[in-house]
Each structure stands twice: as C-alpha cells, then as structure tokens.
C-alpha cells in the first residue's frame, strides 16, 4: 500500500486560531481524504508549536506558568478541530518530553558532526515572528526598526548564540532546488527563495538563544534554549519517534518517511517558506534522511478591508463563521475557490453566492430533482441498459472523462481546477435534464428509466468528489442512494444502482439567505 504523509504548520499556543489558520489545515485535511480515497494509507499532523519569547510573555500576561497557559490554548486548538469535523493521527505539541529529547539530540548530533559553532549574535529578532534579521532586511521608522512583511517591532539582540553553518549548504540545496521540480511550490516562492536568499550564499543560522527560559534547553551548555524554529520544524520527524542515535528503529519513520515510495507533504502559509524550503532541507540533509516530496506553501487569506490584523479589528473568528454556516460549507469555499499559493479575498457575499449556486443549486436541486422523478415513476430499481440515444451517449462519457480530469488535477495540487470539474458536470447532468425532459416521458418509462439511472450514476461522481470536503453530508447522500459509499472505482460502473432503489426525498442544504 502506498503511504502518503501530509502535514500543517504547528501553530503558536499563543492566542486563539483564525480563519488563516483554519484554511491551511483545510487544505491539509482535503489532500488527507483524497488520498485516503485513492487507496494510500495516510498520516496527516497537526499540532501546536508552543516555546520561545512570545509565549513567555503571553502566559505572564496571563499571569500563568507557560506550562499551564499553553495546555488551555492546545485545549482550544483541539475543539477548533473538532467543531470544524477536522480529524488528524497526530497532535504535535513540542512540549511533549519525548519531543524534546529527541530534538536535544539532534542538535547534539549536528554539534558532534561539526555542523555548529559557537559564536556571539549581534542583531535584530522580532518576537512576534519569531525571526532574526538584519539591519538591511528591516525597514525603518521613526528610529525603529521594523519586520519588512509582518511590520512587528525589532528588538535588538546581543547574546552568546550556537550558529548552524546554513552556507556550507548553499551550493548543495541550489542542486536540489534545480533537479528536483516537484520540491518547492509555488514556483514564484520557489524563485524567491532562489534570488533573495539561496543564491545571495546563504547565512549562518543562530539556532540557541540565552536569557529565554521557556524552552528545550541543549544538554552541553543550559543557559541555551534551542531557537524555537529548530525546536518547531523538528516536531515533523519526531512526532514519527525519529531517533538520530537508532535512525532505522521507528516503524512510522521508515513507513511514513523514509520508505521510497513515501509521499511527504508540507503545506503552509506563504510567510514562514524561508524556514519550510531552506532551513529544513538543509536540517534534513544534515539528518541524512530523505527530503519531504513537496514544500507547499499557499497565500493569505485577506479580507474586503485587507490583510487581517487586530489593529484594523478584521480578523474573521472561524466560532463566527459556523453560528452562521454548516462547517462543510466553510471548507468547500476554502479549498474549491482559490489557487493554492494566491492571495485569497474571503468575501462572505460571495461566499453565500457559491454556496447557493455550487451546492445549494447544481448539486442539492440535481439531487432531489432525480430523486423525485424515481419516486413518482418507479417502485423497483432502475436498470442501467446501453442505448444508441446520443444524449445518453454523452452525458456517459462526460462522466467517465470528469473522472481523469478531477484527479489529474488534484494529483497536481490544483485543487481549484477539481473542483471547477465536479461543478461542470453537475452543469452538464443540469443541462442533460433541460435536453432530455424528463417529466415528459412519463408514458415511456424505458427511455425514462435509461435517463434516470445515467443521472445517478452522475450523481454518484459529483458525491464523490465532493465528499473530500463535505464527508458528512455526503454519508447523508450514500444513505439515500442505498450505496456504502462513494469509491473512485465504481465511477465507471454504470450498473452499480441496478438493484438498488433509492429513497425518495432529500434536501443537501437550505438556500443561505442574504
Ligand atoms: N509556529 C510557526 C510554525 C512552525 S511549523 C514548524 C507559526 N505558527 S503560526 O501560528 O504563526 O501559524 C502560521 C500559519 O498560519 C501560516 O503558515 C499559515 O498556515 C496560517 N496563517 C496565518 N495567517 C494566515 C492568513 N491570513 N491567511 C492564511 N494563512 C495564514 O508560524
């Protein structure tokens, strides 16, 4: 069986999650079904990434131990996930001591290989990115200087650091970048990477700080606490119990890693690529293990206003959203409606429209318009017969090709383009409906019947496309078309209602009013 490992930033036990957050782990979860469906056996992880300064400060605020503050935010975290019918093998938490000791070995490992010196960090860091900087990557203000993509203050840092020797890898990661084309997406980013950083010659990386308490604390010299990005891109091997000491001891290592045949896929948000397409590579290849298939990273959401920020009091609450909608409806606006690596605008009219016009309209009334037809004409199921009527011969076909198309493109990660497949042929299964006229056959019940059962063996491919994102509602539909479920290998089976009579009615949702 092959295996498929797909994975999600592990977010900052920080604050609460928003709408950006909950998109990333959507799009996540949607590859997590689509393999599921294609027959891999898959691992999708989630998590929280809960040390270094920010979150210090933030548990003083709360006048907690850090300890304690990060447990009530990783308590939310998992009820997001819930609320929202997103289910995940792993919760990563980096406070976890197995975490933690396996990290510490790594660097101890990377000590001992000479990839690490020590050395004193003269610069700049933003807490809130979590992020060093130069002083020429900053952009300055009023004396101050500032994160040019994030606009949070810098402090200036001065401290006895551990440096991880990046440039030594420059030369081998420029290689990579150029023979592997399926690494690093999107490609804008992947240029980005390319111009701005890698080919520049890259920078030693300062991978402890001192004076910072809360965190994993290296073993050789503890008034060092591991930088927290090393700590955080770690947690995607530990979490499979890697072990540098025993690199071949894990089972869920070697099978959801290392094995050749292994799919491996980060997604995340376009502002942390630096630390997914450079940094971690490079850690890996240190590690001497396998790089992951695919680095994915995705853009923003922002809203009619702009980007989302607590000064401009627009940060969209995903606890606002499902008051309001079915939680389906959310993730199917995420993954359907935008290219993976744009800017996305969440519009909440326009949210209502493709609601109302993808599922409500083309799917939903297709339903129970085909369902309605059989309970009025037929008490026995409807048997699937070749006919030489062209209509019927067509609408076969569109059927069958919507089915390459949906998973070339998924397979492709354009999951935009899927989905825009499924929706065009439930406007050709419409439109097949306008053509042939149904409720005009009701003397002919052959030719009806032959109709009939071509649309629900329509129906039956739209659901199962549909069923990556919306797997509740459509276990609503399989109960009312007597079927288990939707697999992608029955699609082209046309014969599969032949003894089974579907139930009569059924509402998919109610039209959203404006
Ligand atoms: N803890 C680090 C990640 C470590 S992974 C080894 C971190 N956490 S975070 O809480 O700041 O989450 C960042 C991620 O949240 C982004 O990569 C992205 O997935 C998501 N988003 C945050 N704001 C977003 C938008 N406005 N739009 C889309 N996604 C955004 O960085």
Redesign the pocket.
């Known amino acids: 069986m092959k295996k498929f490992y797909i994975t ?5 036990a920080s604050g609460n999650l ?1 709408i ?2 909950l ?2 782990t959507t799009i996540a979860w949607a590859f997590k079904n689509y393999k599921k469906l294609m027959g891999y056996d898959v691992r999708f992880l989630t998590g929280s ?1 809960e040390h270094g300064q920010k979150i210090e400060q933030k548990a003083k605020e709360h006048n907690l131990e850090p300890q304690v503050f990060v447990d009530s935010v990783v308590d939310k975290f998992k009820q997001m996930w819930l609320d929202f019918d997103i289910d995940y093998d792993f919760f990563s938490r980096t406070s976890n001591p197995k975490h933690k000791k396996l990290v510490q070995e790594i660097f101890s490992h990377f000590l001992k290989q000479g990839y690490i010196y020590k050395g004193n960090y003269e610069g700049w860091y933003s807490i809130q990115d979590e992020e060093f900087l130069t002083e020429t990557q900053a952009v300055k203000k009023d004396g101050k200087l500032y994160h040019p993509s994030s606009n949070h203050e810098l402090t200036k840092v001065s401290e006895e650091s551990y440096f991880f020797k990046m440039n030594d890898f420059s030369d081998w990661l420029k290689d990579y970048i150029k023979n592997n084309h399926n690494f690093l997406f999107p490609k804008k980013i992947e240029n980005e990477m390319l111009f701005n950083f890698i080919n520049k010659g890259l920078e030693d990386l300062s991978i402890t700080r001192t004076n910072i308490n809360w965190g994993i604390k290296i073993n050789e010299d503890t008034k060092h606490t591991l930088y927290v ?1 090393l700590d ?2 770690c ?2 091997i530990t979490m499979l119990d890697f072990d540098i000491n025993n690199p071949t001891s894990s089972e869920l290592f070697n099978d959801f890693w290392n094995d050749e045949n292994t799919e491996v896929v980060h997604i ?2 376009k ?2 690529s630096r ?2 397409m450079i940094y971690w590579p490079i850690f890996l290849k240190a590690l001497n293990i396998k790089q992951p298939t695919r680095i994915q990273s ?5 809203t009619p206003e702009g ?2 920020s607590k000064s401009k009091g627009n940060i969209i609450d995903p606890y606002n959203l499902i008051s309001k909608y079915h939680p389906e409806m959310i993730k199917y606006f995420f993954v359907s409606q935008f290219p993976l690596g744009d800017d996305l605008v969440f519009d909440e009219n326009r949210f209502i429209d493709v609601i109302n016009s993808d599922l409500v309209n083309n799917f939903g009334n297709l339903v129970s318009r085909v369902l309605k037809m059989i309970l009025q004409n037929f008490k026995k199921s409807l048997k699937y017969q070749k006919t030489t009527d062209t209509n019927n011969q067509e609408i076969e076909l569109e059927i069958k090709k919507s089915m390459q198309l949906f998973t070339n493109y998924f397979n492709d990660f354009k999951v935009d383009l899927a989905f825009n497949v499924a929706i065009e042929l439930g406007n050709k299964l419409n439109k097949y409906i306008d053509i042939t006229k149904p409720w005009t056959l009701t003397n002919e019940l052959d030719k009806l019947e032959q109709i009939l059962v071509r649309l629900l063996n329509g129906i039956y491919a739209f659901a199962c496309y549909l069923q990556i994102l919306l797997p509740n509602k459509i276990k609503e539909v399989a109960k009312v078309l007597k079927i288990n479920n939707f697999t992608f290998s029955e699609i082209q089976n046309f014969n599969k209602f032949d003894n089974l009579l579907p139930e009569g009615q059924y509402l998919f949702f109610n039209r959203i009013k404006k």
């Open positions: 999600t930033p592990i977010y900052y928003h950006g957050h998109y990333t990434d990005w955080a891109l947690n995607y995340l948000g502002e942390i630390f997914h995705h853009g923003w959401i922002i980007k989302m």
